[in-house]
């Protein structure tokens, strides 16, 4: 697929099909628990292309399992039944530790799933663009150090920090490189915790790695969306518009609209309904409210995409899932 094209069009089409980071509640369409999901790469496509096959999205997103690659580093993957996956204790303490961490190989831990799911999605779902998800590099760091520690690590040891950064960054232009053999048409490329740091760090120790990782695999046919939930990504937009990616997804800390101000016309900006407290725990008359006080905010800018502002939770109610979609549907509707 073009992706370029593909963006161009997003952009140029007067009404938007919302693309909202949907996979993991598909759990409860196949009646599967997120245990048996992540285990098995015929259970993703399946969750994937249902989600395909019942709603006109933009595009569809594979998992956002920020575990995978942690754990091919040798961290402890902790799997839930209904919740996703999160990471044990670090291990890594300090250069001696960073120093010995080895570069996994593709295929190692869970990353051989995810990449034959792909393969398996991409043969079901042909009518628009297949995502694959990974964690960027200084989010990396974080669960491998803890995410104190890394954060600490940007004043007090960051020799430490760019060895493992390193390490990180080649493992995952190797795994988006995967990604792409096995037919994505792109990557969400998830930073959250470099939006934690003063922008100065982001500048330092997450924005070249980014930048070297979209350099290495985003062309014509494969499209890098970058994804900040962190709390202080709105002060680092100059840094972020120039990281090299061709669109940026946005969680509910920022105020949308200001985003978009910032950016430039030609990068799509994506976003941004609570995950948690509209998405999980909401009501669908507040996600109607919600997704209609964002759209009035932010649909007057032609590389606005509606869409979550993470990734939905596993046990989030189909019917806020729908007043979503719905709404964003109405609103152009509407507006014609």
Request: net charge negative; glycine share 8%; hydrophobic share 40%.
């Given at each position: 697929?073009?992706?370029?094209q593909?963006?161009r069009d ?8 919302p ?6 509640p ?10 048996e ?5 015929g259970i993703?496509a399946?969750c ?16 956002m399992?920020l575990?995978v690659?942690?754990?091919c580093f040798?961290?402890?993957?902790i799997?839930?039944d209904?919740?996703?996956p999160a990471?044990?204790a670090?291990i890594?303490?300090g ?7 080895r570069?996994?190989k593709?295929g190692d831990?869970?990353s051989g ?6 393969e398996?999605?991409k043969?079901?779902?042909t ?6 998800g ?13 995410v ?8 007090d040891?960051p020799?430490?920090?760019e ?7 080649q493992?995952?232009?190797d795994y988006?490189?995967?990604?792409k053999?096995?037919?994505a048409?792109?990557?969400?490329l998830?930073?959250?915790?470099s939006?934690?740091v003063?922008?100065s760090?982001?500048?330092e ?15 014509q ?10 709390d202080?990504?709105?002060r680092?937009?100059?840094s972020?518009?120039?990281?090299g990616c061709?669109?940026?997804h946005f969680g509910?800390a920022?105020e ?10 030609d990068?799509?900006?994506?976003g ?6 509209l998405f ?15 759209m009035?905010?932010c649909?007057?800018?032609?590389n606005?995409?509606p869409s979550s502002?993470c ?5 989030s ?5 729908m007043?979503f ?10 507006a014609?």
């Amino acid at each position: 697929m073009d992706m370029s094209q593909w963006k161009r069009d997003l952009i140029n089409s007067k009404a938007k099909k919302p693309m909202p980071i949907l996979s993991y509640p598909a759990v409860q369409k196949l009646g599967v628990t997120v245990r048996e999901l992540v285990g098995s790469s015929g259970i993703m496509a399946e969750c994937v292309v249902a989600v395909a096959a019942d709603n006109d999205l933009s595009a569809s997103v594979s998992f956002m399992d920020l575990s995978v690659e942690a754990e091919c580093f040798g961290c402890e993957a902790i799997i839930y039944d209904y919740d996703v996956p999160a990471i044990g204790a670090p291990i890594v303490s300090g250069y001696e530790d960073a120093d010995k961490l080895r570069v996994p190989k593709i295929g190692d831990g869970r990353s051989g799933i995810c990449l034959d799911a792909i393969e398996k999605i991409k043969k079901a779902v042909t009518d628009r663009p297949v995502f694959a998800g990974c964690i960027g590099p200084f989010s990396l760091a974080g669960r491998m150090m803890g995410v104190s520690d890394a954060m600490l690590c940007c004043y007090d040891e960051p020799e430490t920090l760019e060895l493992i950064l390193q390490k990180g960054t080649q493992f995952i232009t190797d795994y988006i490189k995967a990604f792409k053999r096995s037919g994505a048409d792109g990557v969400i490329l998830c930073e959250p915790l470099s939006g934690m740091v003063s922008p100065s760090h982001e500048e330092e120790f997450s924005a070249p790695y980014i930048r070297q990782i979209a350099d290495a695999v985003q062309d014509q046919d494969f499209l890098v969306i970058y994804h900040n939930c962190g709390d202080f990504t709105h002060r680092m937009t100059r840094s972020l518009s120039e990281n090299g990616c061709g669109a940026y997804h946005f969680g509910e800390a920022v105020e949308l609209g200001d985003m978009l101000d910032a950016f430039p016309s030609d990068l799509l900006v994506m976003g941004n309904i609570s995950p948690s407290s509209l998405f999980a725990a909401g009501k669908p008359e507040d996600m109607r409210s919600a997704t209609e006080k964002l759209m009035k905010r932010c649909a007057p800018y032609k590389n606005f995409v509606p869409s979550s502002g993470c990734d939905i939770p596993p046990q989030s109610p189909w019917e806020n899932i729908m007043a979503f979609i719905d709404s964003v549907d109405g609103y152009y509707k509407s507006a014609d």
